[in-house]
């Protein structure tokens, strides 16, 4: 078996705790503690059940041998990742309440945003990790301005981590920062 080098290994590292399930959720979170305290609770019972059926989805993609790498690396891999983000996306939103949650924009805009990615991945695979850093630094901003740059700030170590791992090109990275800050921007303008 090959050893990694330790660059590599943090490369790793930080792309499982910046990984695009768990910003999304730390941002739903903050937007209900921020804006519905109340909804809390709710909140986080949607997320836990959202991240456990995207979690059994790839263990089994894996798992199968279908797919080469648990974040989806291969281009052919996205459109049933598209899929399941948009169904479980809906789901949640649903069982948020809909328009009635204090995350609906949020997630409607997050869903806009893999929209696009899916669409662009006939051309180019964005990183959904870049785009949901940059989106959640973006969003954060009328929530909690400090945890909107302490994100924001991590956006270049993250960058480095997937070109590290060569799970995305310069251009892949630079894109999806661009739609994460384009869809954090169009939330904020719409909020």
């Not at 730390?26 to 209900?32: N, S, V």
């Not at 109340?38 to 995207?54: K, N, P, Q, Y």
């Not at 949640?92 to 949650?101: E, F």
Request: glycine share 8%; with cysteine; proline share 4%.
């Amino acid at each position: 078996m090959p050893r990694t080098s330790r660059s590599t290994t943090a490369a790793r590292v930080v792309s499982i705790v910046l990984h695009p399930f768990l910003v999304l959720a730390a941002l739903a979170l903050l937007a209900a503690w921020r804006v519905d305290p109340a909804s809390l609770a709710r909140t986080a019972t949607g997320i836990g059940v959202a991240i456990a059926i995207v979690s059994l989805f790839i263990w089994q993609r894996r798992r199968g041998g279908h797919w080469q790498t648990v974040d989806a690396s291969r281009r052919q891999e996205r459109p049933l990742l598209y899929v399941l983000a948009l169904l479980v996306a809906g789901g949640y939103w649903l069982w948020m309440g809909g328009r009635a949650s204090a995350t609906s924009n949020g997630v409607l805009a997050a869903v806009a945003m893999l929209c696009v990615a899916g669409i662009a991945n006939r051309w180019i695979k964005l990183s959904l990790h870049m785009a949901s850093l940059s989106f959640a630094g973006v969003a954060a901003w009328a929530l909690w301005p400090a945890a909107a740059i302490v994100t924001l700030a991590t956006i270049p170590l993250l960058g480095w981590a997937r070109l590290k791992m060569a799970r995305h090109t310069v251009p892949e990275v630079l894109g999806g920062i661009v739609l994460g800050l384009l869809s954090g921007t169009t939330l904020l303008a719409a909020g």
